[in-house]
């Protein structure tokens, strides 16, 4: 059974910083792509940041240069590095895996207050 499983969520001012972790489970991990989307209330859910098998990473414009995205093969984990936080990033997190399958996460609320 495949499992992606988030963490790292929470409450934080604007300016701040968190970190999303995302632990799988059920996939050879390191076959995959993985990649951070979220969802904003009313909106469509959108792509955050992506990296693939070989470690090249994608991003959204709106996050380019205040997150990283980075992943531990050893440990079947992602990770979201979240710096310089706007209230705009408000959202749920969802982590994504898809190689031959698509897989997704519960996701993990983000609030950033201003």
């Known amino acids: 059974q495949v499992q992606l499983v988030e963490s790292g969520g929470g409450l934080v001012q604007a300016g701040g910083s968190l970190r999303l972790s995302c632990a799988a489970s059920?996939?050879?991990?390191?076959?995959?792509?993985m990649g951070w989307y979220r969802q904003a209330p009313g909106k469509q859910r959108e792509l955050v940041a992506r990296?693939?098998?070989?470690?090249?990473?994608t991003y959204a414009d709106s996050v380019k240069g205040r997150f990283t995205i980075s992943r531990d093969n050893a440990k079947n984990a992602v990770f979201l590095q979240m710096n310089s936080l706007k209230p705009e990033d408000t959202a749920v997190y969802y982590c994504?895996?898809?190689?031959?399958?698509?897989?997704w996460g519960e996701g993990t609320q983000v609030t950033v207050s201003s």
């Open positions: 994504n895996a898809h190689w031959t399958r698509e897989h």
């Open positions: 059920g996939i050879n991990f390191r076959l995959y792509g």
């Open positions: 990296i693939n098998s070989g470690g090249s990473t």
